[in-house]
């Protein structure tokens, strides 16, 4: 069965510490994405990733940046916490050939920033 | 701006019923439209995908309508069960390279045995 593994379901951080939300695929898919899910506010795309290295800055990156150095992995940066980014965090990957697949994402990390 | 809007009030069904969702949008002209599906602290999962060329698709007992005209999709789930209960979103995407695609904030369904 296709996965992707979020490292974390539950996280707690204090405020200014600096927090890693890992993401692994084991699908061999080129696209990774984080969002962020707020209750009222949906799915919000942080982050990008088409290639290896690649990044592109979703709809609210500020006080985030990503890394991706395997094409498996991509990683979530959170430089300095602060409660505002206590959410659900999504990790989703997919297949760009056709368009016509879905998302896979993982299970989330709830983080809670005190 | 881009705007996709679900009825943000529960739907509540007898089971057996049919459920329809709705989803409309505003200011986008998606190439594809996505559905799924969320439970409670799970991640969405992938239900079913419909094309811009495309009027209907169907899966088991799961339909999708799409709209261009009216910037409307409608996912109709037949003889519904207490088991299909769960929060349902779509997503659109554009026509590009990444696939990006913007959700949203879906509407719960429960089903009533």
């Known amino acids: 069965d296709v996965k992707v593994t979020q490292s974390s379901r539950y996280l707690v951080k204090r405020t200014g510490e600096k927090v890693f939300l890992e993401c692994v695929q084991d699908?061999?898919?080129?696209?990774m994405f984080w969002y962020r899910q707020d209750p009222g506010l949906g799915l919000r795309l942080i982050y990008f990733s088409y290639d290896v290295k690649m990044k592109e800055k979703g709809d609210i990156p500020e006080g985030y940046s990503v890394s991706r150095e395997k094409k498996e992995r991509f990683s979530l940066i959170l430089e300095s916490a602060s409660t505002n980014q206590t959410s659900m965090y999504l990790c989703?990957?997919?297949?760009?050939?056709?368009?016509?697949?879905?998302?896979?994402f993982g299970s989330g990390t709830r983080l809670t920033v005190v | 701006s881009q705007k996709i809007e679900q009825n943000s009030e529960a739907l509540n069904i007898q089971e057996g019923k049919t459920a329809t969702l709705t989803c409309n949008y505003t200011n986008y002209s998606p190439a594809y439209l996505q559905w799924y599906r969320q439970d409670p602290g799970r991640g969405p999962v992938f239900l079913l995908l419909?094309?811009?060329?495309?009027k209907e698709k169907r899966k088991e007992r799961l339909k999708v309508t799409f709209d261009t005209t009216l910037k409307q999709s409608l996912f109709h789930i037949t003889a519904s069960q207490p088991a299909d209960s769960a929060t349902y979103l779509c997503a659109l995407g554009a026509t590009s390279g990444t696939y990006k695609y913007i959700f949203g904030t879906g509407t719960r369904l429960k089903v009533l045995a």
């Open positions: 989703a990957s997919s297949d760009p050939g056709t368009g016509g697949f879905g998302y896979t």
């Open positions: 699908m061999d898919h080129e696209n």
């Open positions: 419909i094309r811009e060329n495309e």
